[in-house]
T-cell receptor, first 110, second 117 residues
Framework: GQQLNQSPQSMFIQEGEDVSMNCTSS?????WLWYKQDPGEGPVLLIA?????ELTSNGRLTAQFGITRKDSFLNISASIPSDVGIYFC??????????FGTGTSLTVIP | ETGVTQTPRHLVMGMTNKKSLKCEQH?????MYWYKQSAKKPLELMFV???????ENNSVPSRFSPECPNSSHLFLHLHTLQPEDSALYLC????????????????FGDGTRLSIL
């Protein structure tokens, strides 16, 4: 099936630092999603992107739909301890079949 | 998020047991999904239901049997599972993208942690 490459695999940062992660696919998508998953819980939708070049914010989170339609980026500004978790990207071109990245594990050191 | 509820949260079963996982969504969605989440692997889509009709079956072994009696409820019946089936099973729902205006994000439950002895 479709492979999404998500990087980095893990990050250890100091509280207050900014975070960047990205996701690339081998084929074009028309929708990109970013989720966060806390231990023992399901993924929670953070941001949805529907147009190439689109830049969307949700509080301290900003995500971009890459212009090539094969990548997406998530930035977190001024990280706080509750940002800890695993962040997943997901993309689709068909609607029902979303492909997921392997996740970026974020640790924030107070 | 309580829009998608899964029960039980944890399940331990032997390889010869029969059990069922339940999912209920309160979001007014009409598409429901089962995913398998294993450590260090991407989420694997198992089944898709649109308006109670199964529209995707991603080569899932027959020991997993889904059932969707209505747009709000989804079950996964388990029978003679293998140790490699131990994983977190996630249910999700969305608006049917074929009827909505474009692709719709999926909203997840908290999953059932399944352990096969």
């Amino acid at each position: 099936g479709q492979q999404l490459n998500q990087s980095p695999q893990s990050m250890f940062i100091q509280e207050g630092e900014d975070v960047s992660m990205n996701c690339t696919s081998s084929s074009i998508f028309n929708t990109w999603l970013w989720y966060k998953q806390d231990p023992g819980e399901g993924p929670v939708l953070l941001i949805a992107l529907y147009k190439a070049g689109e830049l969307t914010s949700n509080g301290r989170l900003t995500a971009q739909f890459g212009i090539t339609r094969k990548d997406s980026f998530l930035n977190i500004s001024a990280s706080i301890p509750s940002d800890v978790g695993i962040y997943f990207c997901a993309g689709t071109n068909t609607g029902n079949q979303f492909y997921f990245g392997t996740g970026t594990s974020l640790t924030v050191i107070p | 998020e309580t829009g998608v509820t899964q029960t039980p949260r944890h399940l331990v079963m032997g390889m010869t047991n029969k059990k069922s996982l339940k999912c209920e969504q309160h979001l007014g969605h009409n598409a429901m999904y089962w995913y398998k989440q294993s450590a260090k692997k991407p989420l694997e889509l198992m089944f898709v239901y649109n308006f109670k009709e199964q529209t995707e079956n991603n080569s899932v072994p027959s020991r997993f049997s889904p059932e969707c009696p209505n747009s709000s409820h989804l079950f996964l019946h388990l029978h003679t599972l293998q140790p490699e089936d131990s994983a977190l099973y996630l249910c999700a729902s969305s608006q049917d993208p074929k009827r909505a205006l474009g692709n719709q994000p999926q909203h997840f439950g908290d999953g059932t942690r399944l352990s096969i002895l």
